[in-house]
């Protein structure tokens, strides 16, 4: 299957600042792909360098079989891109803002009006057509952003961050909207601090710090791999607890007023803690991304 | 420095777009090159004529009003350009973060700050063709050579559009253009031949007004308009198209420093 997008080490420097340290990654056509990360991390920096807008310090990006620092006009004309900032044209009207984007993908009028009208229809915006961008919901804006970046009919969708801020409705009508055109067999690039929603939508992903992909996968595997499938959250760890996971070698994460117990295995040790240790709450759950994320990154603030 | 690849005629997308906008509000637009050259007719020509009397330029005697009113459209000219690449630009820039949205499409940095620079020389152009028909009822235009009062708004739009703009490359924040105002436009609109002749300036003065653009423009103006000059119009229209080039090239320069990181 060809590379849509294909990444060989990769940095970018900012005067002192390295925030791209030397990364490596593909993407196969058709495929939805993860780029998570803490703040700093290099997510949108590397996106950036992906659809041509930052040059890369050093290293190759070749998207859709064609180098970005050369062909950068064709290549951009075959991707769409949804930005972390609204970037949408506060003087237009919602239908205004479609027609005239597609003006830079020199998209002819008529052809243009058609996709337009095809986008509202899709993300729910036909009756706010006329509507001034300001007068615009958070949701109805991400979603124009959306729509925005699918009026040239791309053969990759690069998102930053399109949920962030949004409401659990209007995060739940992108996610919908975004498996449809995955379905499609749109290929797809993700940056999110929503572990959910890189959960649900990405066929495979990497997680980055410090410039530097950590770990890649899919989403169940990474979780088999750094949480497992069950974890156990005890609430008030009390000394006896400490001593038994000491003494079993059981993984675990210590954060004082919980602990958190990964990979516990067989029921065992779920039983175990069931009988002796839950005093104050316990909580028995699957693994989840978010596990695996803090588990990779740590707990510490990154602002 | 400048890649040649990156400009195409594809900035005329990025004209259109402000096209569209302008157009929204087209009659806000209108409203002031209509009304500002009444003002100034009304407020000179009422207030000053009786104190002032008439003028000696060019070897011929003009009324003040007369005099006044070519340069009325080259400040015209001046101002639409420079506002609208420095607080329009930067607006779009930094707050609406216009550009950005742009850089995701097939077009270049490039295209976009040649798209600025020449839309602000054709709202230049625009302003000065609705004033030129104003001054002109009042029988301060001499058709049909003041007709080419039209071009020569938009080479002067060019002119000012690009050093604007390159002030928008540099400028850390939006307050800070009142620094070349103060410093560049204000200066330029007292002492470019706008309201009295060069000529009457002091010897040692006269070379700070050759060196303003508005100056050249302001007496091209006046010999479309007026059929006299004081300088050499060739010289004026070499030294435009010297400077928007010039400023051009920095705008291009300055901008991508700016936005490309």
């Known amino acids: 299957m060809p590379h849509i997008i294909e990444v060989q080490h990769l940095f970018k420097r900012f005067n002192d600042l390295t925030a791209v340290d030397g990364i490596s990654f593909t993407v196969a056509s058709g495929e939805f792909f993860g780029l998570l990360g803490p703040n700093g991390a290099g997510k949108t920096t590397t996106i950036r360098m992906l659809y041509g807008f930052s040059p890369p310090t050093r290293g190759i990006i070749r998207v859709l079989e064609m180098d970005i620092s050369r062909d950068w006009r064709k290549i951009k004309a075959k991707i769409g891109v949804c930005q972390q900032d609204n970037t949408l044209d506060p003087d237009l009207t919602v239908e205004q803002n479609l027609l005239v984007f597609a003006g830079y993908f020199s998209i002819p009028m008529r052809?243009?009006?058609?996709?337009?009208?095809?986008?509202?229809?899709?993300?729910?915006?036909?009756?706010?057509?006329?509507?001034?961008?300001?007068?615009?919901?958070?949701?109805?804006?991400?979603?124009?952003?959306?729509?925005?970046?699918?009026?040239?009919?791309?053969e990759l969708l690069i998102l930053d961050e399109p949920t962030t801020g949004l409401d659990p409705q209007s995060r739940h009508q992108v996610w919908d909207r975004l498996e449809k055109l995955k379905a499609s067999g749109l290929s797809v690039v993700l940056t999110t601090h929503y572990m959910e929603e890189a959960t649900r939508l990405c066929d495979r992903l990497v997680i980055v710090d410090h410039g530097k992909i950590l770990v890649e996968g899919s989403p169940a595997d990474l979780i088999l791999r750094h949480a497992g499938r069950n974890v156990i959250e005890i609430g008030g760890p009390d000394q006896a607890l400490r001593d038994y996971l000491k003494a079993n070698q059981v993984v675990h994460d210590d954060l004082g007023q919980r602990v958190i117990l990964f990979s516990p295995g067989g029921n065992e040790l779920s039983d175990a803690v069931r009988d002796n240790f839950c005093h104050e709450q316990c909580t028995f759950r699957n693994g989840t991304l978010e596990d695996v994320f803090l588990r990779l990154t740590g707990r510490e603030l990154r602002e | 420095m400048i890649d040649k690849r990156a400009i195409s005629w594809r900035f005329i997308k990025v004209w259109n777009r402000n096209l569209v906008t302008f157009q929204r509000i087209w009659k806000v637009n209108f409203i002031t090159p209509l009304l500002?050259?009444?003002?100034?007719?009304?407020?000179?020509?009422?207030?000053?004529?009786?104190?002032?009397?008439?003028?000696?330029?060019?070897?011929?005697?003009?009324?003040?009003?007369?005099?006044?009113?070519?340069?009325?459209?080259?400040?015209?000219?001046?101002?639409?350009?420079?506002?609208?690449?420095?607080?329009?630009?930067?607006?779009r820039m930094f707050y609406q973060k216009t550009f950005d949205g742009m850089l995701a499409t097939p077009l270049s940095i490039e295209e976009i700050i040649i798209a600025e620079i020449v839309w602000s020389a054709t709202k230049a152009a625009v302003a000065a063709g609705i004033m030129l028909g104003v001054l002109g009822a009042f029988g301060y235009v001499q058709f049909p050579y003041g007709l080419l009062v039209i071009p020569l708004a938009f080479l002067g739009g060019i002119a000012f559009g690009a050093v604007g703009l390159f002030f928008t490359g540099i400028i850390p924040t939006i307050e800070m253009f009142n620094l070349p105002i103060f410093l560049f436009v204000t200066p330029m609109f007292l002492f470019s031949g706008t309201f009295f002749p060069v000529s009457n300036l002091p010897v040692w003065a006269k070379p700070f007004a050759l060196a303003f653009p508005l100056y050249h423009l302001v007496e091209l103006a006046r010999l479309l308009c007026l059929g006299r000059h004081e300088t050499v119009p060739l010289l004026s229209v070499i030294y435009l198209l010297v400077f928007s080039a010039l400023f051009t090239f920095l705008a291009l320069v300055f901008m991508r420093r700016r936005l490309i990181k």
Do not use: C
């Open chain 1, 111 to 154: 052809q243009a009006r058609t996709r337009a009208n095809e986008l509202l229809e899709f993300f729910a915006l036909s009756n706010r057509r006329r509507a001034k961008v300001m007068d615009l919901s958070g949701g109805m804006i991400r979603r124009l952003i959306l729509a925005r970046s699918l009026i040239n009919r791309p």
């Open chain 2, 36 to 91: 500002e050259p009444l003002l100034f007719i009304a407020a000179f020509g009422l207030g000053f004529v009786g104190i002032v009397g008439d003028i000696r330029y060019g070897g011929a005697e003009f009324s003040y009003t007369a005099f006044i009113a070519p340069a009325l459209i080259a400040t015209a000219v001046m101002n639409n350009a420079f506002f609208e690449t420095t607080f329009a630009s930067f607006v």
